[in-house]
């Protein structure tokens, strides 16, 4: 099963009543904001980088676990959109125990963050500055989640996909054949997409 990587941040969530609809409302993630990561690279999120996502069937979870859904975009519950800001997220929230228990903690204070899982479809790093900065361009969204806890916990999957990249650049300076060059940055492209599958990153 492959790790996810969660990431913090500034902003949250908050609860909207109107007509006996509960709505939950935040930002899951936010655009051209520089993210220290563990101090390997800083990284931050294009604007666009959800344009092509946000039309597909992503489901709104508790904590990311996967049996706690609270919305989904198909039923029409869960409502994303990209603005000048970020990532925004609307949530109706369901008359169920998991549904009534994250209302209340939210009013409460207790819950304040959001988050959201995805894959990489397109990124670009930038290895001229140190720490190298990381872009991520487009995303394969999976889930959005309200969070307890949006934390700079693990970075292993990402400190890989970095090892990696490096080592293509390195293996690409060493190169004399002209003609092989192309082959082997296309290989360590293919590699190191394989390495960056689900992440999640977090704001509250």
Same mark, same amino acid.
């Given at each position: 099963m492959t790790k996810i990587e969660k990431r913090g941040g500034t902003l949250g969530v908050e609860t909207r009543a109107a007509d006996e609809k509960r709505t939950l409302v935040g930002y899951a993630a936010v655009f051209d904001v520089s993210a220290d990561i563990g101090g390997w690279w800083i990284e931050r999120i294009a604007p666009g980088a959800f344009a092509d996502a946000i039309g597909g069937d992503v489901r709104a979870l508790v904590d990311h676990d996967m049996g706690r859904v609270i919305g989904r975009t198909v039923s029409g519950t869960l409502r994303l959109s990209e603005d000048s800001k970020g990532l925004l997220c609307e949530i #109706? &929230?369901?008359?169920?125990?998991? +549904?009534?228990?994250?209302?209340?903690?939210?009013?409460?204070? #207790? &819950?304040?963050?959001?988050?959201? +899982?995805?894959?990489?479809?397109?990124q670009e790093w930038d290895e001229t500055v140190d720490p190298p900065v990381r872009t991520i361009q487009g995303v394969d969204l999976i889930e959005v989640s309200a969070v307890a806890w949006p934390a700079y916990d693990d970075t292993t999957i990402g400190k890989r996909a970095l090892q990696e990249w490096r080592a293509a650049n390195s293996a690409d300076e060493e190169i004399t054949d002209p003609a092989a060059a192309p082959v082997s940055r296309a290989a360590h492209r293919a590699r190191l997409k394989m390495d960056l599958d689900l992440r999640v990153r977090s704001t509250r």
């Open positions: #109706d &929230i369901p008359n169920t125990t998991d +549904g009534n228990d994250l209302w209340e903690l939210v009013e409460r204070g #207790d &819950i304040s963050g959001m988050s959201f +899982g995805f894959h990489v479809t397109k």
